[in-house]
């Protein structure tokens, strides 16, 4: 098992041509992919090999890299690391966990470390202070080697703080500019929108084919822009830590049959059929109605957009005293695996498309997981190609 929390991780010691030196710590057993002497690459997925090769490329560039994601076999599993690294002469510290949190506390343990040999080195000092005074001609090199690698710690640490309050200040003027551009496009999209629903419906029979089909092409491409700028909204809005959650006692239950019944209708324009398998009964729980429906509209729809037609989407509920988990399966294509650790991430496709030509911004699953992980529960998904897939997140049944 792997071990719970943001802050587990590695932190390696390597030379300027990324060899590994020195294991510094590791909570994810994963020294034996790396033992002092192979290059730090090897800690990477086979997959993305040249992604760890462009980190280190720019940490030799700019002397530090900040918040690289990279997927890594740990016991058995692809989990994505967030890296970071700096200059330590004569090479480089590279670390590597589980969340950008866990980088940070990470770094908060090396400074308490660094202070605790900081102490040591002092009460040493003393120690090597008396020794030469009753050896006046001995050479102390140990302090003097202890001082220097006490040195190159605390400076490593204070540029690393640097680098991370530029890079969060940074983070955080994108995030603002973001959500001010979708906030201004939304209005006159949502215009454009109305406008083509209008000469759709009400001034059809004006238009000859040609012109409808102009109208038609207006109005789906306005509704993917409005979706896209509505999805940068809600991006910009969970990097900048604003996700707000409106937690009230709701029927699960209900929710989702609603939302099946929403979700049939476009269903039924390919002749997928979506079955929902309730419980008899099930206690209400505590949780954000309207984020919970966006998770399911996503997952629902996702199934739907990859399904062939004639086939079905079943979505599953089912619980514990402890926790509660929702599934929902299809049977389309399937999604290869190299291309699994891309779904969570912002603009992370896979490389299978649509069944009937449905776009996709590229954002939804990255905004799921989010909502999901704000509840206090987790998202993943289970796949074979040519057989469908599975996706599943759980809910806390007690806060």
């Known amino acids: 098992m792997i071990p719970d929390g943001e802050g587990r991780g590695i932190v390696l010691v390597c030379d300027r041509n990324g060899t590994?030196?020195?294991?510094?710590?590791?909570?994810?057993?994963?020294?034996?992919?790396?033992?002092?002497?192979?290059?730090?690459?090897?800690?990477?997925?086979?997959?993305?090999?040249?992604?760890i090769g462009g980190f280190l490329a720019e940490l030799q560039a700019r002397q530090a890299a900040y918040d690289w994601e990279i997927t890594v076999p740990v016991q058995g599993t692809l989990l994505p690391l967030h890296f970071a690294g700096a200059r330590l002469e004569p090479g480089y510290l590279v670390v590597a966990a589980c969340s950008r949190?866990?980088?940070?506390?990470?770094?908060?343990?090396?400074?308490?470390?660094?202070?605790?040999?900081?102490?040591?080195l002092r009460t040493r000092a003393q120690e090597q202070a008396r020794a030469v005074n009753r050896h006046p001609g001995r050479e102390d090199s140990v302090y003097e080697?202890?001082?220097?690698?006490?040195?190159?710690?605390?400076?490593?640490?204070?540029?690393?703080?640097?680098?991370?309050?530029?890079?969060?200040?940074?983070?955080?003027?994108?995030?603002?500019?973001?959500?001010?551009?979708?906030?201004?496009l939304r209005n006159p999209l949502g215009i454009i929108l109305?406008?083509?629903?209008?000469?759709?419906t009400e001034a059809a029979d004006a238009l000859n084919e040609e012109q409808r089909e102009f109208v038609t092409t207006i109005k789906e491409t306005s509704q993917f822009m409005l979706r896209l700028v509505t999805d940068l909204l809600d991006v910009s809005a969970i990097e900048a830590g604003q996700l707000k959650l409106d937690r009230k006692p709701t029927d699960l239950v209900r929710l989702i049959r609603h939302n099946v019944t929403l979700n049939r209708v476009l269903a039924g324009k390919k002749d997928i059929a979506v079955e929902f398998d309730a419980p008899a009964a099930f206690p209400p729980l505590s949780f954000d109605a309207g984020?919970?429906?966006?998770?399911?509209n996503n997952l629902i729809g996702n199934a739907v957009k990859f399904s062939h037609r004639g086939t079905q989407v079943q979505v599953r509920l089912t619980g514990t005293p402890d926790l509660v988990t929702v599934a929902v399966e299809d049977h389309g294509q399937g999604i290869?695996?190299?291309?699994?650790?891309?779904?969570?991430?912002?603009?992370?496709?896979?490389?299978?498309?649509?069944?009937d030509g449905e776009q996709s911004t590229g954002l939804g699953l990255a905004i799921v997981r989010?909502?999901?992980?704000?509840?206090?529960?987790?998202?993943?998904?289970?796949?074979?190609v040519g057989k469908g897939s599975t996706f599943s997140f759980t809910l806390p049944a007690t806060q």
Do not use: C
């Not at 949190?101 to 040591?120: K, S, V």
């Not at 989010?370 to 074979?384: A, K, L």
């Open 145 to 184: 080697e202890l001082s220097r690698l006490n040195n190159d710690m605390a400076n490593l640490q204070r540029e690393m703080a640097k680098k991370n309050s530029d890079l969060e200040r940074l983070n955080a003027q994108k995030n603002r500019l973001l959500g001010m551009a979708a906030h201004d």
């Open 336 to 355: 290869p695996a190299a291309d699994l650790p891309k779904l969570f991430k912002p603009f992370g496709t896979a490389s299978v498309r649509s069944t």
């Open 101 to 120: 949190h866990g980088l940070a506390q990470i770094n908060d343990d090396l400074m308490r470390i660094n202070n605790e040999q900081a102490n040591l």
């Open 194 to 200: 109305t406008y083509a629903e209008f000469l759709e």
């Open 291 to 296: 984020k919970i429906e966006q998770v399911l």
């Open 370 to 384: 989010r909502i999901v992980e704000g509840h206090g529960g987790r998202i993943w998904v289970e796949s074979e």
């Open 20 to 51: 590994v030196q020195r294991i510094v710590r590791d909570d994810l057993g994963l020294s034996a992919r790396v033992p002092p002497g192979t290059p730090v690459n090897d800690l990477a997925d086979a997959g993305v090999r040249e992604k």
